[in-house]
């Protein structure tokens, strides 16, 4: 059986500090476990283990930022507006 937790919230709740302790648990108790990244803001190093898929594979903020002059919260609803585009999901199946 498999199952998946999505972890949400606010900057600072520590996300990033219960995924790495889950995927320590999850290694130290020889089960598989994958992080996912969807936030396109995230820092690479914030994470202590690397995700197995990565939202800013397809698009992150700075790009976004660089190449549209966009601000930060502009560039964060590009970007989902990005990914939730019909012609995104063909770009993930790829």
């Known amino acids: 059986m498999r ?14 500090t219960f995924c790495a302790s889950l995927m320590t648990h999850l290694q130290t108790s020889k089960r598989t476990g994958h992080l996912v990244n969807l936030d396109p803001a995230a820092a690479p190093d914030s ?3 690397p995700p197995s ?3 800013k594979d397809l698009i992150s903020v700075e790009d976004v930022m660089g190449e549209l002059g966009y601000g930060p919260n502009g ?4 970007c989902f507006e990005y990914v939730s585009a019909p ?3 063909r ?3 790829r």
Request: a negative charge; glycine letters at 14%.
């Open 3 to 16: 199952y998946a937790i999505l972890v949400t919230g606010p900057a600072g709740a520590g996300k990033s």
């Open 91 to 93: 770009e993930l199946q």
């Open 75 to 78: 560039g964060l609803v590009y």
């Open 87 to 89: 012609s995104a999901h």
């Open 53 to 55: 898929i990565d939202i």
């Open 47 to 49: 994470f202590e283990y």
